[in-house]
């Protein structure tokens, strides 16, 4: 069965850093392309970035550009997304998102709290 763990959430200051990652199981990780996606309370849920499966391709959400990067390794499975400069309005649940074609797998979310 296909499983994520997500990890790397937690509570932030204003300007302070932090990485998520997310590790899947169950399914043929490199052949999938990964996002990240977040939701904050009573809004809906909006793309933050998007990887492609050899790590070469990305996008960006215009709110995060210039201050979160991700990124892959194949060989353990997991994506990545290392947040810089952090605002009170990046807090949100932050999800990662696996797509192959119309296949889509959804991690549980790891909570993202910036604040002062």
């Known amino acids: 069965q296909v499983q994520f763990v997500e990890s790397g959430g937690g509570l932030v200051q204003p300007g302070g850093s932090l990485r998520l990652s997310c590790t899947g199981s169950?399914?043929?990780?490199?052949?999938?392309?990964m996002s990240w996606y977040r939701q904050a309370p009573g809004k809906e849920r909006e793309l933050v970035a998007t990887i492609g499966t050899g790590g070469v391709t990305t996008n960006y959400a215009e709110s995060v550009k210039g201050r979160f990067t991700i990124s892959r390794d194949n060989s353990k499975n997991t994506v990545y997304l290392q947040m810089n400069s952090l605002k009170p309005e990046d807090t949100a649940m932050y999800y990662c998102?696996?797509?192959?074609?119309?296949?889509?797998?959804w991690g549980q979310g790891t909570q993202v709290t910036v604040s002062s």
């Open positions: 169950g399914f043929t990780f490199s052949n999938y392309a």
């Open positions: 998102k696996a797509t192959r074609m119309l296949n889509r797998y």
